[in-house]
């Protein structure tokens, strides 16, 4: 009976499932994180990041912060170097903006440009930044 409540199919090999990135050094995906100018388009909820060599590119998106939804190393892994797989409509609405039709995601592929260190130190840097908060679902009025 368990086979057919799990569906006995073997797991996916392409899944994040078990994935664990040794220690990153959060000062220093801070760092990284400025010098391939991912704060250019990236802010930090809680972190000052500097300003002056930033051009207006009119896009900020914030990283960190409150969430309702867990940020795992998998999902902060496939973001950074696959930033195609997966786009929210809001910012597919900043791309159809940009008359750029010819793009999934603005976030060019970093992956030839940074080292294996550096992406697990800006996924620490990044993962410090987050909080989950269960959503108050007690005092929430439903509208059917």
């Known amino acids: 009976m368990v086979c057919a409540l799990t569906s006995c199919s073997p ?13 990153g050094n ?3 995906g801070q760092e990284a994180f400025v010098s391939l ?14 300003e002056e060599d930033i051009p207006a590119t009119g896009i900020d998106i914030t990283l960190g ?25 809001k910012y597919k609405a900043l791309i159809e903006a940009s008359g750029a039709s010819d793009i999934t995601s603005m976030m ?3 992956n030839e440009h940074m080292t294996v260190q550096q992406l697990i130190d800006i996924i620490a840097f990044l993962d410090d930044h987050y909080s989950v908060v ?6 929430h009025t439903y509208s059917y």
């Open 134 to 139: 269960v959503p108050d679902y007690v005092n």
């Open 37 to 50: 100018s991912c704060h250019r388009c990236h802010s930090v909820d809680g972190v000052d990041l500097p």
């Open 11 to 23: 797991p996916d090999a392409n899944s994040g499932r078990g994935l664990r990135l040794p220690e």
């Open 26 to 28: 959060v000062a220093a």
């Open 108 to 110: 060019p592929v970093m």
């Open 65 to 89: 912060g409150e969430q309702t939804v867990v940020k795992t190393y998998g999902s902060l892994l496939t973001s950074i170097t696959n930033p195609e797989h997966v786009v929210r409509d």
